[in-house]
């Protein structure tokens, strides 16, 4: 394998002739080895940044700010990129220093040495085609890496939205298929009053229903772009007309409508959109785990615990106790969902950082908001796929255990009093007695009057006698 030498102003290096990248990628591997987690494994994050190096080349080759010809064969070369091609490449560290000067030169080189190759070139001859001075020209790092930001998080918010619309409708159809099974419910974890497993299961539906919502709101915020900023805001290097065009180009490339920030230099520096994005991940996040975790506690024994459910058993549970499975699939849900509520926090401080006219640290932003998306869509897909459409019920076992309660005393508060009620609910648990016996023991309500008012389907839409 040969080499090949380039420069930059720190001086020169010698350069694999088999990669595409150049010689400053080649000073952030020396640097940046962080995470161990690479732009390449972040496939959506590469796609939006030659989709926005292609709007750049067309809107400069329309302004007459890079040849046709050049920018013709960068379009080629982001195309390929766009396509799936050339993704080993992207070999830079996600967490770097330099606010994404690194990302940003990374997409620049290998467009640019790609582009050298179909023109005719050798790799690093840039005399005919150069990373800064036309891959990159009317670019700062500071505009184009945070609207490739954008663009990713776009549209993989939208894979997330649609994620959640299978988790949403598999949850419907378990509200609607128990609607008329008979549960207890509970606060505090102890017993309160009856209610159904569909009612349980539509609550469920009503939490992804409401964090749809938040969340294509929040989406909304990421069309906002900063393209045309350079630098701090001020344009410079930059053609007037390049914002405008730049977006319009985006907008065709992504089938999305990307539109240019309102205040160019607020833009630049303020992350707030991504924390505004965190947010509603998060909220998603901790009703997810909520789900995964009542479910796991509904499913709990088989014989000792509520039984009120049955996952589908998915791997054996134990290496010592025979027969034990356990509820996997609740598990790592919740543990997905603790991680995005922790990136939550590294977003919120690494927006805090962003000091005068730049935020330096948007490459903590894009990784722990990257991991976010992708742990929140594979958590909702896999407890749709893997829990929730293959789910059972225990309706016996249901309608046994709110029976023995002795919180159906509740249903009574209205007719016999609240003393009266709470002196039954205290004989029955000290001497095992239903709380039916004990009230005709006291002829406190006729058994027809008992049996009217204690039928779980009268407590569920209750009529109160005056």
């Given amino acids: 394998m040969g080499t090949r030498r380039e420069h930059d102003f720190i001086g020169e290096l010698e350069i694999p002739d088999d990669v595409y990248y150049g010689v400053q990628t080649f000073r952030a591997l020396e640097n940046f080895k962080m995470s161990g987690r690479t732009l390449k494994e972040y496939p959506f994050f590469v796609k939006a940044f030659a989709q926005v190096k292609k709007a750049a080349a067309l809107t400069n080759k329309d302004l007459g700010m890079v040849p046709a010809d050049r920018a013709d064969y960068i379009v080629k070369a982001c195309d390929r990129i766009i396509n799936g091609e050339f993704l080993d490449q992207f070999v830079v560290d996600m967490v770097q220093g330099g606010a994404g000067t690194s990302t940003n030169m990374n997409a620049n080189e290998v467009i640019t040495n790609v582009a050298l190759e179909m023109m005719g070139h050798k790799k690093g001859e840039y005399q005919y085609l150069h990373p800064n001075d036309n891959t990159n020209f009317g670019q ?16 993989k918010m939208g894979d997330l939205l649609k994620a959640m619309e299978i988790l949403k409708n ?16 509970r606060t505090e974890l102890e017993d309160a009053v009856p209610t159904t497993l569909g009612n349980t299961f539509n609550a469920f539906a009503s939490y992804l229903k409401s964090d749809i919502e938040k969340i294509t709101k929040a989406r909304e915020s990421m069309t906002y772009l900063n393209l045309g900023a350079t630098a701090i805001g001020t344009g410079i290097c930059c053609h007037p007309d390049y914002k405008d065009l730049v977006e319009k180009y985006l907008s065709d490339i992504t089938g999305s409508t990307f539109r240019p920030a309102e205040d160019f230099i607020a833009a630049t520096q303020d992350t707030a959109d991504f924390v505004h994005v965190s947010g509603a991940l998060k909220t998603a996040a901790v009703r997810l785990s909520k789900i995964a975790n009542d479910i796991r506690l509904m499913n709990s024994g088989p014989r000792c615990g509520l039984g009120e459910v049955n996952l589908p058993q998915m791997q054996p549970g134990s290496s010592i106790m025979p027969g034990k499975v356990n509820p996997v699939i609740p598990e790592v849900v ?48 896999t407890l749709a796929n893997k829990a929730i459409k293959h789910l059972t019920a225990n309706p ?7 029976l023995n309660s002795v919180c159906l005393v509740t249903a009574l508060n209205p007719y016999i009093g609240y003393e009266n009620s709470a ?8 001497t095992g007695k239903s709380v039916a016996d004990i009230v005709l023991e006291r002829g406190l309500l006729t058994k027809e009057k008992l049996d009217e008012y204690l039928t779980p389907e009268n407590m569920l839409n209750p009529r109160i006698e005056k």
């Fill in 140 to 155: 700062s790092t500071n505009d184009a890496y945070p609207s490739s930001i954008k663009v990713a998080v776009h549209a």
């Fill in 334 to 381: 919740g543990e997905a969902c603790y991680e995005v509520i922790g990136n939550d926090v590294t977003i919120a401080l690494c927006s805090e950082r962003g000091e005068f006219e730049l935020n330096a640290f948007e490459p903590g932003i894009a990784y722990a908001l990257f991991n976010s998306l992708v742990l929140l869509e594979n958590a909702m897909l």
């Fill in 396 to 402: 016996e076992n249901c309608k046994k255990t709110m």
């Fill in 170 to 185: 598999e949850l419907e159809i378990k509200a609607r298929e128990w609607k008329d099974i008979l549960k207890i419910g």
């Fill in 423 to 430: 002196s039954v609910a205290k004989e029955a648990l000290q």
